[in-house]
C-alpha cells in the first residue's frame, strides 16, 4: 500500500515527445486517403447514433461536439471524412490512384495529428481494432442509455484538489466530476439526493483526500488523492466501497481517470535503478508496469462482470495526460521543481514502457466493450510550453497564440479550462 496522496505528477511524457499530439484543426494536416480503399482502422471509425430506441428522449448525439480550443470540434479528424469512412468503408475515388498507393490510414493519422519523426517510437492503438468515436475524443464501444446510478472513482483529478483560485473544498462546481454528475442527473433522471448531501458529496476531505460525502441519492464517490490501480481492489479497496454488496441491480455509469500515480512510481523506480538493473533492462520496473495494467484490467472486469451487475454497467476512463507539451520541458511549469525525478540512464526503456502502458489502456477497452478516453492526445497543446506570453510557436503542439492552459499553478492538475475539456470529453463519448 502507498501513501503519498496528493502527489500526482505526470511525468512519464516528460523527456520524449513520442506521440502524435493533438490538434482540433487537423483539416490540413490529414493524409490525402482520396481515390483507394482504406486501412482497417477505417471500418473501425464511428459516426453513427445509439441504436437503442430505449435511450432517454434528452440523449441524443450533438450536432456539434463540445468544442475545444475555440476551434470547431466537427473538424477533429474531419467530420466529413470521418463520416464517409464509418458508412462505406472508403472515401471517394477523385484522382483514379491505385489502392497500393495510399498511404495507411491510423487512429493518430485522423484524430492526433503531430510528430512525424520516424525515430520516436508511438502507440500503436490500431493493432488492437478499437471503434473509434466520430470526435476522436475516445472509443465508442458502449451505446450508454438508462443509466439508473453513477459512481466515480480515481485518483485526484477525479476527486479534484483546491488551488489559488479555488482554495475552499466548497468551492468545486468547476471539477469535472461535479459538471459531469450534474449533467448526468438532468439527462437520465438519476436521484441526487436532498440538498444538504449533494452539496457534501461534491467537496473532498482536506486531510484524507476522499470524499466529503460518499454517497448522495444514487450517485457515489470513491475516489482519491495519490490512487493507483491497485486501489480499486486492494489498498484503498475503491470498488469494494462504492459496492459494499458485491455489485448492483441497477443499471450503472462508472467513470474515473487513473494511471498517472502509477507512471509516476515507474518514473521515480527507473530513475534509482542500480547499474545492474539497468543493465538487465529495468525487469523490475517493468514488473510494476505489467502489474498496473493488471490492476487495472481486473477492476474493468470486476465493474463490468454481468454477474455483479444483472441490469448492465458502463465504464469510462482516461489515460493520463502531462503538461509539457511532450518536450520534456520540466521546468516550464514554476513549480515543477517540487517533483524532483531524475532522468533514467536509458530513457528508451522509459519510452517503451509508457507506451506499453497506454497501448493497453486500448486493449482493455477493447476487451471488455468499455471506453477509454485520449485526454493525453488532446491536452498536448494545452500545457505550459505550447501556451502563454512564452509559448513556443514551433512547438509541434502548438495550437495558437490564444490557446488556453490546462493545468493549474501545481503543474499536475487540472485548471478550470482543463476541467471544462475533461467534462467536455467524457459527456461526448457518453452521448455517442
Same mark, same amino acid.
Given at each position: 500500500?502507498?501513501?503519498?496522496?496528493?502527489?500526482?505528477?505526470?511525468?512519464?511524457?516528460?523527456?520524449?515527445?513520442?506521440?502524435?499530439?493533438?490538434?482540433d484543426?487537423?483539416?490540413?494536416?490529414?493524409?490525402d486517403?482520396?481515390?483507394?480503399?482504406?486501412? &482497417?482502422?477505417?471500418?473501425?471509425?464511428?459516426?453513427?447514433?445509439?441504436?437503442?430506441?430505449?435511450?432517454?428522449?434528452?440523449?441524443?448525439t450533438?450536432?456539434?461536439?463540445?468544442?475545444?480550443?475555440?476551434?470547431?470540434?466537427?473538424?477533429?479528424?474531419?467530420?466529413?471524412?470521418?463520416?464517409?469512412?464509418?458508412?462505406?468503408?472508403?472515401?471517394?475515388?477523385?484522382? &483514379?490512384?491505385?489502392?497500393?498507393?495510399?498511404?495507411?490510414?491510423?487512429i493518430?493519422?485522423?484524430c492526433?495529428?503531430?510528430?512525424?519523426?520516424?525515430?520516436?517510437?508511438?502507440?500503436?492503438?490500431d493493432?488492437?481494432?478499437?471503434?473509434?468515436?466520430?470526435?476522436?475524443?475516445?472509443?465508442?464501444?458502449?451505446?450508454?442509455?438508462?443509466?439508473?446510478?453513477?459512481?466515480?472513482?480515481? &485518483?485526484?483529478?477525479?476527486?479534484?484538489?483546491?488551488n489559488?483560485?479555488?482554495?475552499?473544498?466548497?468551492?468545486?462546481?468547476?471539477?469535472?466530476?461535479?459538471?459531469?454528475?450534474?449533467?448526468?442527473?438532468?439527462?437520465?433522471?438519476?436521484?441526487?439526493?436532498?440538498?444538504?448531501?449533494?452539496?457534501?458529496?461534491?467537496?473532498?476531505?482536506?486531510?484524507?483526500g476522499?470524499?466529503?460525502?460518499?454517497?448522495?441519492?444514487?450517485?457515489?464517490?470513491?475516489?482519491?488523492?495519490?490512487?493507483?490501480?491497485?486501489?480499486f481492489?486492494?489498498?484503498?479497496?475503491?470498488?469494494?466501497?462504492?459496492?459494499?454488496?458485491?455489485g448492483?441491480?441497477?443499471k450503472?455509469?462508472?467513470?474515473?481517470?487513473?494511471?498517472?500515480?502509477?507512471?509516476?512510481?515507474?518514473?521515480?523506480?527507473?530513475?534509482?535503478?542500480?547499474?545492474?538493473?539497468?543493465?538487465?533492462?529495468?525487469?523490475?520496473?517493468?514488473?510494476?508496469?505489467?502489474?498496473?495494467?493488471?490492476?487495472?484490467?481486473?477492476?474493468?472486469?470486476?465493474?463490468?462482470?454481468?454477474?455483479?451487475?444483472?441490469?448492465?454497467?458502463?465504464?469510462?476512463?482516461?489515460?493520463?495526460?502531462?503538461?509539457?507539451? @511532450?518536450?520534456?520541458?520540466?521546468?516550464?511549469?514554476?513549480? @515543477?521543481?517540487?517533483?524532483?525525478?531524475?532522468?533514467?540512464?536509458?530513457?528508451?526503456?522509459?519510452?517503451?514502457?509508457?507506451?506499453?502502458?497506454?497501448?493497453?489502456?486500448?486493449?482493455? @477497452?477493447?476487451?471488455?466493450?468499455?471506453?477509454?478516453?485520449?485526454?493525453?492526445?488532446?491536452?498536448?497543446?494545452?500545457?505550459?510550453?505550447?501556451?502563454?506570453?512564452?509559448?513556443?510557436?514551433?512547438?509541434?503542439?502548438?495550437?495558437?497564440?490564444?490557446?488556453?492552459?490546462?493545468?493549474?499553478?501545481?503543474?499536475?492538475?487540472?485548471?478550470?479550462?482543463?476541467?471544462? @475539456?475533461?467534462?467536455?470529453?467524457?459527456?461526448?463519448?457518453?452521448?455517442?
Amino acid at each position: 500500500m502507498h501513501t503519498n496522496h496528493i502527489r500526482y505528477p505526470l511525468v512519464f511524457l516528460l523527456l520524449f515527445g513520442f506521440f502524435g499530439c493533438s490538434s482540433d484543426d487537423t483539416s490540413s494536416t490529414l493524409p490525402d486517403t482520396s481515390g483507394g480503399a482504406t486501412s &482497417d482502422v477505417s471500418t473501425t471509425l464511428d459516426a453513427t447514433d445509439p441504436s437503442d430506441s430505449n435511450a432517454p428522449e434528452t440523449v441524443t448525439t450533438d450536432a456539434d461536439p463540445p468544442e475545444l480550443n475555440d476551434t470547431s470540434a466537427a473538424e477533429v479528424g474531419t467530420a466529413d471524412t470521418l463520416t464517409e469512412i464509418a458508412e462505406t468503408g472508403t472515401v471517394e475515388d477523385t484522382n &483514379d490512384t491505385s489502392p497500393a498507393d495510399v498511404p495507411t490510414t491510423t487512429i493518430a493519422d485522423l484524430c492526433f495529428s503531430g510528430s512525424t519523426d520516424p525515430t520516436k517510437s508511438t502507440p500503436d492503438y490500431d493493432q488492437f481494432a478499437p471503434i473509434v468515436g466520430s470526435h476522436c475524443f475516445g472509443t465508442n464501444h458502449q451505446d450508454i442509455i438508462g443509466v439508473q446510478q453513477v459512481v466515480v472513482m480515481g &485518483d485526484s483529478v477525479s476527486q479534484g484538489t483546491p488551488n489559488l483560485a479555488h482554495p475552499l473544498s466548497v468551492d468545486n462546481s468547476h471539477f469535472f466530476r461535479n459538471l459531469l454528475a450534474e449533467w448526468l442527473a438532468t439527462t437520465f433522471n438519476v436521484d441526487k439526493g436532498n440538498f444538504i448531501d449533494w452539496g457534501l458529496w461534491k467537496t473532498y476531505d482536506y486531510i484524507s483526500g476522499s470524499a466529503g460525502k460518499k454517497k448522495s441519492g444514487d450517485f457515489w464517490n470513491c475516489a482519491d488523492w495519490g490512487a493507483r490501480t491497485d486501489d480499486f481492489l486492494d489498498g484503498k479497496k475503491q470498488i469494494q466501497s462504492c459496492f459494499p454488496t458485491g455489485g448492483s441491480t441497477k443499471k450503472t455509469l462508472i467513470f474515473f481517470t487513473m494511471g498517472g500515480n502509477d507512471i509516476s512510481k515507474i518514473t521515480e523506480l527507473g530513475a534509482e535503478a542500480s547499474s545492474a538493473e539497468v543493465a538487465a533492462g529495468y525487469p523490475a520496473t517493468w514488473a510494476v508496469a505489467y502489474a498496473t495494467v493488471d490492476y487495472l484490467r481486473e477492476a474493468v472486469e470486476w465493474l463490468t462482470d454481468p454477474e455483479r451487475f444483472p441490469n448492465g454497467s458502463y465504464v469510462i476512463f482516461a489515460n493520463p495526460f502531462e503538461f509539457t507539451d @511532450a518536450t520534456g520541458n520540466v521546468s516550464s511549469c514554476p513549480a @515543477a521543481g517540487l517533483i524532483g525525478f531524475d532522468e533514467w540512464a536509458n530513457p528508451e526503456i522509459q519510452r517503451e514502457i509508457v507506451i506499453y502502458i497506454l497501448e493497453q489502456y486500448v486493449k482493455i @477497452a477493447v476487451e471488455t466493450q468499455t471506453d477509454v478516453i485520449w485526454s493525453l492526445e488532446h491536452f498536448c497543446g494545452h500545457g505550459y510550453v505550447a501556451t502563454g506570453p512564452n509559448a513556443d510557436v514551433n512547438n509541434e503542439c502548438y495550437l495558437g497564440p490564444d490557446t488556453e492552459i490546462y493545468f493549474d499553478e501545481t503543474c499536475i492538475h487540472p485548471s478550470d479550462a482543463g476541467h471544462a @475539456a475533461l467534462f467536455d470529453m467524457f459527456k461526448t463519448v457518453i452521448v455517442e
